[in-house]
């Protein structure tokens, strides 16, 4: 087995609501190894976003453990490395607007202090099928295609894990399965670990390890 | 865009009051220097000694000239009207007396014996012009009077007419020779004082300090202790209108602040994906403070470029607001300027522009602090 990338253990996230505390998810344990890819599945409103933001460092939880496997640092909390060693794709691309899509994807290397990026900027997006666009504004993009750029954008700081939200849930049918098929082969070829939150089975059957998220409980599917 | 033209604005109205009012206050410091001297020798009786005093501060180098003069009351009249004139004597060749750069009509050059220069005001009281003759009693004369005597005045032909503006000179100022006016007042030689220029007239306090040192019948009086409230007005105007428009500037940053916040609370999307690309709080601090400091940078420069523009056509701006508004020309008819006085102060321009910084840059912070303390989870919410 490889090493863990990534482990979650006793996870409890709950938020106010007019009704009172709305237990979001109660106790989640999880391991992911490098280069595995992992899928979760729930309704809506069942807590897989929060999830994935407790498993990246964008939220904090009420209590319980994250640890993510950082290059010659070990075992931290990915709030403590947030833009490291994890890279995101968000449902709704989070393009900067102002910036070009080689531009978007060269400023999470600039935001980590990598520096002059722009030529990994445009092998990731030749990666992704985008050189062509590199120039253009996400305003000029399809949906689709803004969802490579922030692919792209996700891999150039080549993290141990990408957390990917819903990265079809705003494309059509036939662009949402382009999208997943470059999702799982660039992540592949990175050796990177994916954690996929879906709502799709046809995409979740495609990941080495699939959960189902219901009354904030994780279980094997 | 809107938040640099209000800064802009803010600044252009802070100048433009600060340096006309530097125009004003430069202006009455110049007239007062030039209608009572920049350091005037005075003693509790008439100088008897003149020439030796004269000889004295000769010596110094910081006088270049020194003009020495009578003053007293007197009665003047023609035909039927008359009034007070507060009459000096005053040595009709001294090139250097003030008073010529403010003739009106006539000309100084032609005081002697015989001849008068006038206040305007006391001119119009008289009704007389140029060529016209008055008479003039002194209070000697009056002493003669009460006395049994009946002694003729002195009849002076009005050869200039100044208008200094200031009103206690125009309505009150006769001008005649210092010969004249010792026969008149019965001086002998004597004179009531002396007056000097000096070559730093803002040094006046620190040389009439230190000229008066050993000669304590004496008393120097720096041309700053001679009008000194008038001045201290002044200096009070400038500092409420400073005050004001202070006020005025503070308010235009709140302005500059919400509209940042604003900014800020819009991009809260964007500053949440910079948190989850590993954005670090000072860097967005960083990024929205300076973005504050930038807009207050031009502000700034647009507002000194404003400055300059609306200076530089002053007359033509008040001429229209006084076309408008039927006023007539304020600046001649009350102040008797021939132009909107100003006076660039690098000083002003120094402070307004380090406040003008230091507000834009921390209206630009406070959001951007508030931006850097938020989760990303929350900020990626908000749309």
């Known amino acids: 087995m490889s090493e ?88 709704n691309y989070q393009l900067m607007a102002e910036l070009s899509a080689w531009e978007n994807v060269a400023l999470a290397a600039q935001i980590a202090g990598h520096g002059e990026s722009k030529k990994e900027a445009l092998t990731l997006l030749a990666l992704v099928g985008l050189a062509h666009r590199a120039e253009h504004m996400p305003s000029q993009l399809s949906g689709g295609e803004c969802q490579r750029v922030a692919i792209a954008r996700a891999l150039i700081n080549r993290p141990a894990i990408i957390l990917a939200d819903e990265p079809t849930g705003n494309l059509d049918e036939v662009t949402g399965k382009e999208v997943m098929n470059l999702l799982l082969e660039v992540v592949a070829e990175r050796n990177a670990a994916l954690v996929l939150v879906t709502h ?22 | 865009m809107v938040s640099i033209l209000g800064v802009g ?83 009709p060749t001294d090139e250097d007396l003030p008073a010529r750069g403010y003739v009106v009509s006539g000309d100084f050059n032609d005081l002697d ?17 140029v060529g016209d003759k008055i008479d003039l009693w002194s209070p000697v004369m009056v002493d003669q009077a009460g006395k049994g005597k009946a002694p003729l005045p002195a009849e002076l032909e009005v050869c200039a007419i100044v208008r200094t503006g200031f009103s206690e000179v125009d309505n009150r100022a006769a001008m ?141 701006i008040l001429g229209t607001i006084n076309q408008l508004f039927g006023d007539g020309d304020m600046v001649a008819n009350v102040y008797q300027f021939a132009h909107v006085p100003l006076h660039y102060e690098p000083m002003d321009f120094f402070i307004a522009a380090i406040f003008t910084l230091l507000v834009t840059t921390l209206a630009g912070l406070v959001p951007a602090l508030w931006a850097a303390g938020r989760k990303p989870s929350e900020a990626m919410r908000d749309v």
């Not at chain 1, 799709?200 to 094997?220: C, H, I, M, N, W």
């Not at chain 2, 014996?113 to 012009?129: E, N, Q, T, Y």
């Open chain 2, 176 to 316: 005649i020779s210092l010969r004249r006016f010792r026969e008149l007042w019965s001086l002998g030689n004597k004179v009531h004082g002396v007056v000097l220029r000096l070559d730093d007239p803002s040094q006046a306090p620190a040389i009439a300090a230190r000229l008066n040192q050993g000669k304590p019948d004496l008393r120097f009086v720096p041309w700053q202790e001679i009008k000194k409230n008038f001045l201290e007005a002044i200096r009070f105007e400038k500092t409420m209108l400073f005050f004001l428009m202070f006020i005025i500037t503070l308010v235009a940053s709140f302005s500059i602040g919400s509209t940042l916040f604003s900014a800020v609370i819009r991009r809260s999307r964007e500053i949440g994906v910079l948190i989850a690309l590993g954005a670090k709080p000072w860097q967005l601090v960083g990024l929205f403070g300076l973005q504050g400091l930038w807009i207050g940078a031009l502000g700034t420069s647009l507002g000194f470029i404003l400055t300059w523009t609306i200076l530089a056509f002053r007359d033509g």
């Open chain 1, 200 to 221: 799709s089975k046809e995409f979740a059957d495609r990941t080495q390890r699939r959960y189902f998220l219901s009354s904030g409980v994780l279980t094997p599917a």
């Open chain 1, 4 to 91: 863990i990338v990534l482990q979650a253990n006793g996870l409890k996230k709950s938020f106010k609501s007019p009704t009172g505390s709305l237990n979001v998810l109660r106790s989640i344990d999880l391991e992911v190894h490098a280069g595995e890819s992992v899928s979760i599945r729930g309704s809506s409103g069942s807590g897989k976003t929060t999830l994935l933001q407790l498993l990246g460092g964008l939220d904090v939880p009420d209590s319980g453990v994250v640890k993510l496997q950082l290059a010659n640092q070990g075992m931290i909390s990915p709030h403590r490395c947030l833009g490291q060693g994890v890279g995101f794709v968000f449902q």
């Open chain 2, 9 to 91: 604005l803010g600044v252009a109205s802070l100048l433009v009051v600060q340096t006309v009012m530097n125009g004003f206050g430069e202006e009455h410091r110049l007239r007062i220097r030039e209608s009572f001297g920049e350091c005037v020798v005075i003693a509790n009786r008439p100088i008897a000694q003149v020439d030796e005093l004269i000889s004295s501060l000769n010596l110094q180098e910081e006088v270049l000239s020194i003009s020495p003069y009578a003053e007293g009351p007197a009665l003047t009249r023609r035909g039927s009207f008359s009034g007070v004139a507060f009459v000096r004597g005053v040595v």
């Open chain 2, 113 to 129: 014996d015989g001849r008068v220069v006038l206040g305007i005001g006391l001119a119009r009281d008289l009704r007389v012009k």
